[in-house]
């Protein structure tokens, strides 16, 4: 099993940045790592994604332009850079890897999430 935690939340007013990282116990079998988020009374929505093995990405139209996904190998670390956040940003974070080939489909393991919050 992988340990997944989340680091990095925050309160942040409209406009600024935070960077979130994320942390795995291991890397074995993991395909891609994402992030993804849930606000109060919303689902969970996809954020980004990250082929562990190169530097694929895939983003939520939401957040193109100003998070950025980005990964350590080495140092077993994810971040996600959040640059000009905006109060729609506010949510919990989660970190989570993929154990199965290609960047669709569910994700397997998870953190505990980090929280988010923008003031205006």
């Known amino acids: 099993q992988v340990q997944v935690v989340e680091s990095g939340g925050g309160l942040v007013q409209a406009g600024g940045s935070l960077r979130l990282s994320c942390a795995v116990s291991h890397t074995f079998g993991i395909y891609y790592m994402g992030w993804f988020r849930q606000a109060p009374g919303k689902e969970r929505e996809f954020v980004a994604t990250i082929d562990w093995n190169d530097d694929t990405t895939f983003y939520a139209d939401s957040v193109k332009g100003r998070l950025t996904i980005s990964k350590d190998n080495a140092k077993n670390l994810v971040y996600l850079q959040m640059n000009v956040l905006k109060p729609e940003d506010a949510a919990v974070y989660y970190c989570?890897?993929?154990?199965?080939?290609?960047?669709?489909?569910?994700?397997?393991?998870w953190g505990q999430g980090t929280q988010v919050t923008v003031s205006s």
């Open positions: 989570a890897t993929k154990q199965t080939y290609g960047p669709r489909g569910p994700y397997d393991y």
